[in-house]
């Protein structure tokens, strides 16, 4: 039986239609959580929105880096609904079950395109949080809805409109999948960007040496 969506967790680089998500989610009682640029997006946009610092006790730190990497996030999605030593857990330790991740991740493969990019700053656009909570929804697809395709969200709408609150199991399996398909390939982007430059890098040295003799 799908559970119904009480909580959200919004936290996106791609903002199309996320104001509109979160509206429709807000309007159906669904309370949201959010960090940095998306909440300031939800906010200004007059939506009313949790921040994951006030939900964690932490605030971001490392120039961002360190956001929704905490235990609090990780076991609210984690955790198992009909296991009852994770419910108990969740209970001693003050844990609000999150039921709905929409992500998606830092532009890192839109960032490596262009011309003369510098590898610090890509490094900086490569996603540690984002994929983390991704994969850990995604784990757990049976209690929790997770959505990484902005194209996704009116079909996503629907299902909740017609499912009086819940998204079919059927779709939390086939977004599921989607998940792991979309960090996949996101991984692959970023280990063939750096075997690349490695592979330049020490083709460049060689050819440096070579001069110098």
Do not use: W
Not at 102 to 127: C, H, M, W
Not at 132 to 139: S, T, V
């Amino acid at each position: 039986m799908p559970n119904e969506i009480q909580r959200a967790l919004i936290s996106v680089s791609n903002k199309t239609g996320v104001v509109e998500l979160a509206r429709f989610l807000s309007d159906t009682g669904v309370e949201i959580l959010s960090t940095g640029g998306t909440q300031k997006a939800l906010d200004e946009a007059g939506i009313s929105v949790r921040s994951v610092s006030d939900y964690t006790g932490f605030p971001e730190m490392m120039d961002g880096r360190v956001k929704t990497l905490h235990p609090k996030i990780h076991a609210g999605l984690l955790a198992i609904r009909d296991n009852l030593e994770h419910m108990q857990q969740v209970d001693r330790h003050g844990i609000e079950l999150i039921d709905m991740v929409v992500v998606n991740l830092y532009p890192f493969r839109e960032t490596v395109s262009k011309p003369g990019i510098k590898l610090e700053d890509a490094i900086e656009q490569i996603d540690i949080g984002g994929p983390a909570m991704l994969r850990a929804a995604a784990k757990n697809y049976r209690d929790v809805v997770v959505v990484v395709n902005p194209t996704r969200y009116p079909q996503i709408i629907e299902e909740i409109k017609k499912g009086d609150g819940c998204v079919s199991d059927r779709m939390k399996f086939e977004l599921a999948c989607e998940v792991f398909e979309h960090t996949a390939t996101y991984d692959r982007a970023i280990a063939d960007y750096l075997v690349t430059k490695q592979t330049s890098d020490t083709q460049k040295n060689t050819g440096m040496r070579h001069l110098e003799r």
